[in-house]
């Protein structure tokens, strides 16, 4: 997996006035995370936990998912179909990517706390349909800064969760069609929520992302670019020529590996997993790597750039 400089996205919220973003900007990385959510589930894998700190930011902007923990795959995957969107007027061929997870149903309870799924919590067994209830509350949490059913425990917002409608704050302004696409998405029941019927098609035909060009997204310019932020390409020049010095066996020294396991750590979401295969129990989040505490990377303006390559698959044109 390439670096990414910008670090978790979970600190991009942190350090953003509100610790949220404007609606512009919530569904650039909305747009974004849907296509990565679309691939995972082409291949057959659900997901299970998305959440801010497990979005990457790479040099260039753009988004990368990260820790594969939770994650369930399909056995096989089956192949993505074929599907007409739209109405009598407009219409046009897209791909069912819920398809290639329909055959994956599982009991395992797992997820993080303040976006767990209701099915999850309930033990009925759930789908793929998890990941875009988990993208509902992505969108929320950009926008407000706060996830929609908090409670002062665990058994508080697992009880919100299950009972509690959505109430969106006053904080921000926001579209009507944004707060439809957010209420379509936390649907408690999983066979009528968006995305249960076509997968990602269904999230990138809502009203609320009109005006993403999808096949063109990953050339859009993203509102936050690290490369942009002085003390990242301070600590970057660090990096690229820091030479760490030799442990050494003398008492009293500090050896490499104390100082890497000296990088301060941060509790924000907390993971659950009571999946037997996965050894149970709460799992702890990671925390941010140090990048003085990394190896070196080659320099980044001659790293190839993953996304140039990029273009939406589930939207189909004819020619």
Not at 26 to 49: I, M, P, Q, S, W
């Amino acid at each position: 997996m390439d670096y990414c400089l910008g670090g978790e996205f979970f600190r991009v919220l942190q350090s953003r006035p509100g610790k949220c973003l404007s609606e512009e900007d919530t569904k650039f990385y909305a747009a974004e995370v849907t296509c990565a959510l679309e691939y995972l589930h082409l291949n057959g894998f659900v997901y299970r936990d998305l959440k801010p700190e497990n979005i990457l930011l790479h040099e260039t902007g753009h988004i990368m998912l990260t820790d594969f923990d939770l994650s369930k795959q399909s056995s096989p995957p089956g192949p993505p179909t074929i599907m007409k969107i739209g109405n009598m007027f407009t219409s046009y061929m897209a791909l069912d990517t819920r398809s290639c997870t329909a055959a994956l149903r599982t009991n395992s309870f797992v997820g993080t706390e303040e976006y767990i799924a209701p099915e999850v919590i309930r033990g009925v067994g759930h789908t793929a349909a998890v990941d875009w209830w988990t993208l509902g509350i992505l969108i929320f949490e950009m926008l407000f800064g706060t996830t929609p059913f908090k409670g002062k425990d665990r058994n508080t917002t697992f009880r919100n969760i299950l009972k509690s409608e959505v109430v969106f704050p006053t904080t921000q302004e926001i579209s009507s069609t944004c707060k439809s696409l957010i209420r379509k998405l936390l649907i408690k029941n999983d066979t009528t929520r968006l995305g249960r019927k076509g997968g990602a098609s269904d999230i990138k035909t809502a009203p609320w992302f009109s005006g993403i060009t999808w096949a063109l997204l990953r050339h859009r310019a993203p509102p936050i670019i690290p490369l942009e932020d002085p003390i990242k390409l301070q600590l970057l020049n660090y990096a690229l020529t820091y030479i760490p010095p030799l442990p050494t066996t003398t008492e009293g020294s500090t050896s490499k590996d104390d100082l890497n396991n000296n990088t301060t750590k941060h509790k924000h979401h907390n993971n659950i997993n009571n999946n037997n295969n996965n050894g149970g129990g709460k799992r702890a989040d990671s925390g941010s790597l140090d990048i003085e505490s990394e190896k070196l990377y080659e320099n980044t303006s001659m790293r190839k750039n993953p996304f140039d390559k990029f273009s939406s698959v589930t939207i189909l044109h004819d020619v």
